[in-house]
């Protein structure tokens, strides 16, 4: 009896490196959009520091200086914002793709399944044409043999 072997599965091989690679692109992703949101965060709060700050200052060159850095901290946060955006973008782009691929294995798994099923079914099919043969040999045997 021949083993079983999928005609396919250089194809199903791929597809799974194909998500094997997108999920590590994933995975990369999703850490540069959470550095860039602690990146995002340490802003926030220095520009809460630096406005609360605000009360302390005497003279009015103090005042002028911390509201040109609150103005400098506002347009790296609007930057920022900018960037986590895109990442995000990025990231759903990716999640896409990898759900895509994803589907895509599992239909080559069903159909290799399948495949595997036709192929127990034919050996099945012929080993019991085989002990039925056999069974008649062995009744024509002791027949013959009887006479």
Do not use: C
């Amino acid at each position: 009896m021949k083993s079983y072997s999928f005609s396919l599965e250089k194809v199903l091989e791929w597809k799974e490196n194909n998500e094997k690679n997108i999920m590590e692109e994933f995975a990369i992703l999703q850490n540069e959009l959470q550095h860039e949101k602690s990146k995002l965060n340490i802003l926030i709060q220095e520009y809460e520091e630096t406005k609360n700050k605000g009360t302390k200052y005497k003279n009015i060159h103090e005042l002028q200086q911390q509201d040109l850095y609150k103005r400098l901290l506002e347009d790296k946060i609007q930057g920022q914002e900018e960037v986590v955006n895109i990442a995000s973008q990025k990231l759903e782009e990716v999640r896409l793709r990898l759900v895509a691929a994803q589907k895509e294995r599992k239909i080559m798994e069903k159909l290799k399944e399948k495949d595997f099923n036709i192929y127990k079914k034919t050996m099945d099919s012929i080993e019991q044409k085989q002990l039925d043969e056999m069974a008649v040999l062995n009744y024509n045997k002791i027949s013959l043999e009887g006479r």
